[in-house]
């Protein structure tokens, strides 16, 4: 089975600064990677997803992510972090062997200092 | 763009009482998806439905049932509530075409509290 992990449970910068934040996966073959951001009492959005191709993504808000399969890792990425990013991320994981669920990492909560 | 609808928004329960929670998808979309979040926690997968056939099940306990209707709108049916049911309710949509199938639009979430 798929399985997710975000080692940082808060992580907290300053406005302006870059960002970077970690999610590692477990599975056997291929996998479909995504992250999601939620803000307090809201539902998730999709900043960007990889399926396959180029190893770098870009997503919305401008976010990157780049997928290295040696690391097993797909870390999302920020040059210039701004006040209203401050919100819950989550990473999670398709597998074409579990039907089209998403398996989730346990999120960080991105904390932005004026 | 119209995005996926849930009611309610907030809902509360007593012990052993019982809720339904819909979902209506994104247009065009065939494929409902349940997710549970607890307080504090990530989004658990409950169920799946495409073309109104469950799809997938994770972790969804024997006294919730869900089912997709002919208009592609999906319901959660929660029975005996127990306090630990208290949690974030999403309902997720997608285009279940290939690799479009991942690419789930989530709504709202309906809070439900139970007393």
């Known amino acids: 089975a798929q399985s997710v992990t975000q080692p940082d449970i808060h992580i907290t910068v300053s406005e302006g600064a870059s960002l970077e934040l970690r999610c590692n996966y477990s599975?056997?073959?291929?996998?479909?990677l995504f992250w999601y951001v939620q803000s307090p009492g809201q539902g998730l959005q999709l900043l960007l997803k990889?399926?396959?191709?180029?190893?770098l993504v870009q997503g919305i808000k401008g976010f990157e992510a780049e997928f290295k399969r040696s690391q097993s890792s797909f870390n999302l990425r920020k040059p210039s972090v701004h006040w209203s990013d401050a919100a819950e991320y989550f990473c999670?994981?398709?597998?074409?062997?579990?039907?089209?669920?998403?398996?989730f990492g346990g999120g960080t909560r991105l904390m932005v200092k004026p | 763009a119209a995005g996926v609808i849930q009611s309610p928004r907030h809902l509360i329960k007593e012990k052993r009482e019982t809720a339904t929670l819909k979902c209506y998808p994104i247009?065009?979309?065939?494929?409902v998806y349940w997710y549970q979040q607890g307080p504090g926690q990530d989004p658990q997968f409950l169920i799946s439905?495409?073309?109104?056939?469950?799809?997938d099940k994770g972790s969804i306990p024997d006294r919730f049932s869900a089912q997709q209707f002919s208009d592609y709108h999906s319901e959660l049916n929660m029975s005996s509530l127990e306090l630990g049911d208290s949690a974030l309710y999403f309902c997720?949509?997608?285009?279940?075409?290939?690799?479009?199938?991942?690419?789930?639009?989530f709504g709202p979430g309906t809070r439900l509290t139970v007393l």
């Open positions: 997720a949509s997608s285009l279940q075409t290939g690799l479009a199938g991942f690419e789930q639009f």
């Open positions: 599975y056997g073959a291929t996998p479909y």
């Open positions: 990889y399926f396959s191709g180029d190893t």
């Open positions: 999670a994981v398709g597998a074409v062997n579990a039907g089209n669920m998403l398996t």
């Open positions: 247009p065009r979309h065939d494929t």
């Open positions: 439905f495409y073309e109104k056939m469950q799809s």
